[in-house]
């Protein structure tokens, strides 16, 4: 594997975990300390590469200066088929702590849930939206105005409890416990959530 290579197969990498916030080329030339030029050539031969083979199912897009991994629009149908019906699978451990987060801090934004969290939650929200476990419930005040997220009807269905006043009571420290000790806060979510309804 060439230099060109290997530079293409971290580009790939970086961008596949970034999802749909994508990254700039002066973010993914301080990632992997390699200068501009080289990054912006690996960038337009991957996408060449991209079009040129057509039994791939990702492409590069830029959109005002940002890169990201995004599926080959010829599969949208089958996609929108996937996020309407999604296979019935557990949540994930990122998902339920995102889910944990909203349910006792609604309404709460993305990156609210990002600094209490340390990591970013963008794929964990869209796994919770898609399931109908989580909704959009306003706009914050101020600059942007970000998305609130709040639980839904569906959310209460799953974990088998007629209104959000039914979820499990935290400790005298309680919500604090989020910003505080996630982990301690986590473990305590879980118990109470062990075998959730799916009716």
């Keep these: 594997m060439n ?3 290997r530079l293409m197969s971290k580009i790939e990498s970086l961008l596949f ?23 912006s050539e690996a960038l337009q ?62 309404p709460i934004t993305r990156v609210e849930i990002d600094d209490l969290r340390g990591v970013k939650s963008e794929r964990a929200l869209h796994t919770l939206s898609a399931r109908g476990l989580v909704h ?26 007629k209104n959000i006043n039914e979820l499990p009571e935290l400790p005298e420290k309680g919500v604090a416990e989020l910003d505080e000790q996630p982990d301690l806060f986590m473990s305590k979510f879980q118990e109470a959530f062990q075998e959730p309804q799916t009716e």
């Design 3 to 5: 230099n060109l290579s």
């Design 17 to 39: 975990v970034i999802g749909e916030d994508g990254l700039t080329i002066q973010q993914l030339s301080m990632i992997t300390e390699t200068n501009e030029e080289e990054i």
């Design 45 to 106: 031969q991957m996408m060449v590469n991209y079009e040129e083979q057509e039994n791939r199912g990702i492409m590069i897009k830029e959109l005002a200066g940002t890169f990201q991994l995004i599926s080959n629009p010829e599969h949208a149908d089958l996609i929108q088929k996937l996020v309407e019906n999604p296979p019935s699978q557990s949540l994930s451990q990122a998902s339920l702590e995102v889910l944990a987060i909203i349910a006792y801090k609604q």
């Design 136 to 161: 959009e419930v306003g706009r914050a005040e101020g600059t942007g105005r970000a998305i609130l997220y709040g639980t839904t009807k569906e959310f209460l269905n799953y974990f088998g409890m």
